[in-house]
């Protein structure tokens, strides 16, 4: 059976889905690949310093504009969701339960319509007052060369997990990973700490439910895996939504 036509089987014989998603799936959206040729590794030696919570502190007006340069922040919100955001919507559509784990901070799950995203690192759409709370919107962040706050006058914080950060919602992500009939790890590297955890996890806790990864390249982790498929997401889904539209 070819792997496409086998992971069509398997959602189909799947009521709970948790997916778990890396840069790779946005990137057919126009968003690099983290540290791909165009991503923001290709352009900054020390990323992993002045994207940490220590430089934040230490000098927030210069990470700010580190941080919107890396990240093409006014370009973000002009990012759409592609098909492969909009296949795992439509597997709602089918009735299925869809938990989605994403390491993504663009929004680009929420903007496609699904209902239960956890966004393990964050988001860019927003950005927090770190004093008093006041959240503000992309939009209000990109008018603002060093974003304040409009009440305590607080230099805003994004509301993504910079490095040396804690992760929110791990322990959940884990245990929804492990709840599900199938696992399905889409366009990650899996080489990103606590996250390139949760296969492991699934396999550990949860030995019946079914674990798949669909990746452009292999990864270290491919053994860990019942089926892998190799290839672009947006032609992959579509190749699977046919097969399941066709039974």
């Not at 089918?94 to 995203?117: E, P, W």
Request: hydrophobic fraction near 40%.
């Amino acid at each position: 059976m070819r792997e496409r036509d086998k992971l069509a089987q398997w959602i189909r014989e799947a009521d709970t889905i948790a997916v778990l998603t890396g840069a790779g799936m946005s990137t057919e959206s126009g968003i690099p690949d983290f540290r791909g040729e165009n991503g923001i590794y290709a352009h900054e030696e020390n990323v992993e310093h002045y994207l940490s919570e220590y430089y934040f502190e230490k000098d927030p007006i210069d990470f700010w504009r580190r941080f919107k340069q890396l990240f093409s922040l006014k370009l973000m919100g002009g990012f759409a969701p592609n098909d492969g955001h909009r296949f795992l919507r439509w597997l709602e559509d089918i009735g299925k339960r869809v938990v989605i784990l994403t390491q993504n901070i663009d929004g680009l799950h929420v903007k496609a319509g699904s209902t239960h995203v956890i966004e393990l690192h964050g988001t860019l759409r927003t950005a927090t007052c770190p004093s008093c709370g006041k959240t503000y919107e992309l939009a209000f962040v990109n008018r603002n060369d060093v974003p304040r706050c409009n009440e305590c006058r607080a230099i805003l914080k994004p509301d993504v997990v910079l490095f040396g950060g804690f992760v929110p919602h791990i322990e959940e992500a884990f245990a929804k990973a492990a709840e599900s009939d199938l696992f399905l790890a889409m366009g990650t590297s899996l080489e990103v700490a606590p996250v390139n955890q949760i296969p492991f996890y699934v396999a550990a806790e949860s030995p019946a439910t079914r674990k798949v990864l669909m990746n452009k390249t292999a990864t270290r982790m491919d053994g860990i895996f019942d089926l892998v498929i190799y290839g672009g997401i947006g032609e992959t889904v579509a190749g699977v939504r046919r097969q399941i539209q066709a039974e």
